[in-house]
């Protein structure tokens, strides 16, 4: 699982785009990385999440090329146009 800082608050999840944050227990807690992948999600008040770790988001299409790929941020893949609400 992995997330990207966002500049409101927190973090979105690259896959569903969810508001989820660092656990305050984390080593990273106070750090906020850009990247992050993580191991579980914890609901409290918030999705926290828990086994964080910091990385750079081309590891991703290197590593997990069946889960992540690059693309145009500009452009709307079409799963993304149909969930776009006008």
């Known amino acids: 699982n992995a997330a990207k ?3 409101q608050e927190g973090y979105k999840t690259i896959v569903e785009g969810q508001p989820v944050y660092v656990h305050p227990g ?3 807690f106070n750090r906020q990385p850009d990247w992050l992948i993580y191991h579980q999600l914890v609901l409290t008040s918030k999705e926290y999440m828990r086994s964080c770790m910091t990385i750079e988001p081309k ?3 290197e590593l997990a090329p069946n889960f992540y790929k690059k693309c145009d941020p500009n452009v709307l893949s079409k799963r993304k146009r149909r969930e776009k609400i006008e």
């Open 26 to 28: 984390s080593a990273l």
């Open 59 to 61: 590891w991703l299409v």
């Open 5 to 7: 800082k966002d500049p």
